[in-house]
Structure formats: C-alpha cells, structure tokens
C-alpha cells in the first residue's frame, strides 16, 4: 500500500482520552506536534496536557495508505468530530475564518460539507503556491489551470476562474504578489 497513515491526538486528563486533532502524515509527522508545540489551539492543548503532568497519547486510526486515502479519511473524520469553530471538539482549523457565509435559507448544508471543502481547498492552495515557488519569473493563472488540471471544460470564456480566484486568496494572504512590470498585459503572480 501507501507509506501515510492518519492519527489522533488525545487528552488523557478526560475520561474518556477524547481526541482534540486529527492529521495524516508519514515517519514522525504524528508526533512533532509534540517536541514544540505551535501557538495554535492545538499547541496550546498539549501545553496544557503536559503541564498537567501528562503525556498526550498519539492513536495510529489507520496505517499503509496511500496519500490520496489519508487525506479522505482526515477529511472525513474531521467532519465527524467537528471543529472548535464549528461547535466540535477538534482544534484543526480546517475553516480559516472560522466564520460561516450566509447562504439561502433554504438550502441544505450536511454536516462536515465546509471542511472538506476547506481542507481541499488549502491543498489546493499549497500546490499553487509550490508551483509558484518553482517558477521565479512567476506564473499566470493559466498557467496554474494548465499545470495542475483545474482547467474547466465549460464551453465558455472561463476556463481559469478557479485558479484565478485561489491566486486571488494567496495574495489576499501575502504569500503571492501581483507582478504586472514583468509581463505584457499578463496578469503574473509570484512569491513574496
């Protein structure tokens, strides 16, 4: 099989240990959290639980899978469990704003829908930025659709609105700058 496995991180100061995140990763992704902890949620939780005296427990949930099967399984278990912004229990912060849109009142929105979105959407964002890293002249939105397959095959104009709307969250972000100087009409984006 594959060389990712998905895992948990618990509280063992709640009885039940409850999990608090959730992650996929491969060698000793699992637990680096651990050895310095980030100044998220999920940092301070395991500053917490080792000031207490205790050891955060680290769960292997599932091993041998490919990258493709860890990231629909974190997905998935994540919007099982729910984030803190969302009224779950884990601190992943899969929705960045932690805000919701105000959608129609009659349209039906299931469970756990916005952080797959979300988390599709941030992988997304990494491969973008990637490419854009590799590329020091910097690249077009086209060049984004065309490289990483998110080209639409809609019989309109707008074959490249969803890289050019990703571009648009990385400057909006400061990880992407617009370079217009280097280009001749072309709208360029490149790494700050």
Known sequence: ???YYVYALKDPTSNPARAFYIGKGTGTRAYDHLVKPSETSKGLRIREILES???VLVTMLAEDLTE???IRLEAELISAFGTEATGGQLTNSVVPSGAFVQVRGALNVPTGVRE??????ALIKEAI??????NSSGITNSDASKALGLQ???GGGSKDYLAFSVLGLLMREGKLRRDDSASKGKHIATVI
């Open 53 to 55: 005296g205790s050891n």
């Open 116 to 121: 797959r979105a979300q988390i599709g959407l």
């Open 152 to 154: 639409s095959d809609y």
């Open 129 to 134: 930025l990637e490419l854009a890293k590799a």
């Open 1 to 3: 099989m594959g060389s």
């Open 68 to 70: 493709q099967q860890a």
